[in-house]
């Protein structure tokens, strides 16, 4: 059974620091990796994809794979309140199955 | 206009009611899933379909079924509704071709409250 583990936080940083949100995963086969923002009530927003090994930047945010140690992270740099939110990580399991599998996710807090 | 929308939004039903949550898409993809989703559990998928004539269970679809009437439509039913499937209900919808084939996109969910 595929596994995507998260630590569940909270993770607390203060405004304008870099929050680094970690998930590891089982299945060595999968090939697609997400990052999901969800505000309390509301819908999972995607924030970025990566399927490749390394680092993915868009804005202030940058996605890193490593499939070798089964780890992706997510960087958010200059964290703004706004940003307060839960994440979510979920990974596709590779070949024809196109499903996803979702970690329970990391509450972050930005405090002002 | 919303790419995914869900009917109802929120809905408070008793216990061995049948109910049906709807789920439209403009997206022209052709995949739709239904998830629920848990504190502390996170999203569970329930069913998926890839096509309208292709549709499969996730992982917790007992006490769930649905329809693909159409590409853009896929209905959650609840045939008999009991306290434990109190939970918010996503529909998501992904293209099976071109960049980012597997990405999914959520609909604004359903939040659904079994007496």
């Known amino acids: 059974q595929k596994e995507v583990e998260q630590n569940s936080g909270p993770l607390s940083v203060p405004e304008g620091a870099i929050a680094s949100l970690n998930c590891t995963y089982s299945d060595r086969v999968s090939q697609s990796f997400f990052w999901y923002r969800q505000y309390s009530g509301k819908s999972p927003e995607l924030i970025m994809s990566i399927y490749s090994n390394g680092d993915k930047e868009d804005g202030r945010f940058t996605a890193q794979l490593n499939k070798a140690s089964q780890y992706v992270s997510l960087l958010i740099r200059d964290s703004q309140p706004s940003d307060s939110a839960t994440y979510l990580c979920a990974i596709e399991g590779g070949g024809s199955n196109y499903k996803l599998t979702f970690g329970k996710g990391t509450l972050l807090t930005v405090n002002p | 206009d919303a790419d995914v929308t869900q009917t109802p939004r929120n809905r408070i039903t008793k216990t061995g009611k049948r109910i049906m949550l709807e789920c439209s898409q403009t997206?022209?993809?052709?995949?739709m899933y239904w998830y629920r989703q848990d504190p502390g559990l996170g999203l569970r998928l329930i069913y998926y379909s890839f096509d309208v004539k292709d549709i499969n269970k996730g992982e917790i679809s007992d006490g769930y079924s649905v329809s693909r009437q159409a590409q853009a439509k896929f209905s959650l039913s609840l045939e008999s509704a009991i306290p434990n499937q109190t939970a918010l209900y996503f529909c998501?919808?992904?293209?099976?071709?071109?960049?980012?084939?597997?990405?999914?996109?959520f609909g604004p969910g359903t939040r659904l409250t079994v007496l």
């Open positions: 997206k022209g993809h052709d995949r």
């Open positions: 998501a919808t992904s293209d099976s071709s071109g960049a980012g084939k597997d990405t999914q996109y």
